[in-house]
């Protein structure tokens, strides 16, 4: 199913951001949308190494990753952007891929997050 989304930030070039895995992971983009009542913030990150067919990093290894990425990068990002939202969802994938669209090739993970007393909090997907 396709939402709507407005693009927040394209990063252009590409902005790449250490975790704690080591793998590198670059921005790809940040969106916001509406799901039904409630503000969803996408912080969408290329990491090429979780790609299925000779990647090197599976879920297990990119979930610390993408906490990190939501403390570390999001949190500040919507207090300097001055945008709030309700959910905030990390998102990897193996290469950049159009929101929305289905790319059965690509390997993607996706956390979701509530900010509570400014701390991330796992939502599961």
Not at 36 to 42: A, F, H, N, P, Y
Not at 68 to 93: K, M, N
Request: aromatic content about 8%; overall charge negative; some cysteine.
């Amino acid at each position: 199913m396709k939402h709507a989304a407005a693009l927040i930030l394209a990063a252009t070039p590409a902005l790449a951001v250490d975790v704690p895995s080591g793998q590198p992971v670059e921005l790809q983009e940040v969106l916001v949308d509406q799901m039904g009542v409630e503000t969803w913030v996408r912080f969408r990150f290329v990491a090429p190494q979780i790609a299925r067919d000779g990647g090197t990093v599976d879920h297990a290894v990119a979930a610390p990753d993408m906490s990190h990425l939501c403390t570390t990068l999001a949190i500040p990002y919507l207090t300097d952007q001055a945008l709030a939202g309700d959910v905030i969802v990390i998102s990897l994938a193996d290469r950049p891929t159009e929101f929305g669209t289905a790319d059965p090739d690509a390997t993607q993970f996706f956390e979701a997050y509530r900010l509570q007393d400014g701390i991330c909090i796992w939502e599961g997907l």
